[in-house]
């Protein structure tokens, strides 16, 4: 069974940075797809950015040059730098894993099979 902990959300003002983590255990961090999402209140679930296990990454349009994915595999650990962060990041950031590779490429939340309780992130203008 996978387990994913998220922390590292806050309040921030726009402008300034947060770095989310997200520790998993249970698997293997090498044959995982790992991805961040977002849900802001009354919106879908959306991808920020995903991260395959050589390093590859994909980002969702909103967040390229602002959001960094990346991952330590001998800590098991994925984390989503977040620079320049707007009032409209703000949202319940989740970490999610996912064997296959079309959540991945999509960013899709629905290709996704494990999924952390979320982190809180607010940005105030």
């Known amino acids: 069974q996978v387990q994913l902990v998220e922390s590292g959300g806050g309040s921030v003002q726009a402008g300034g940075s947060l770095r989310l983590s997200c520790v998993a255990s249970g698997y293997s961090a090498m044959s995982y797809y790992m991805g961040w999402f977002r849900q802001a209140p009354g919106k879908e679930r959306e991808g920020v950015a995903t991260i395959s296990s050589d390093g590859s990454t994909r980002y969702a349009d909103s967040v390229k040059g602002r959001f960094i994915i990346s991952q330590d595999n001998a800590k098991n650990t994925l984390y989503l730098q977040m620079n320049m962060l707007k009032p409209e990041d703000s949202a319940m950031y989740y970490c999610?894993?996912?064997?296959?590779?079309?959540?991945?490429?999509?960013?899709?939340?629905?290709?996704?099979?494990?999924w952390g309780q979320g982190t809180q992130v607010t940005v105030s203008s």
């Open positions: 999610a894993a996912d064997l296959g590779l079309r959540g991945f490429y999509l960013l899709s939340p629905r290709d996704f099979t494990y």
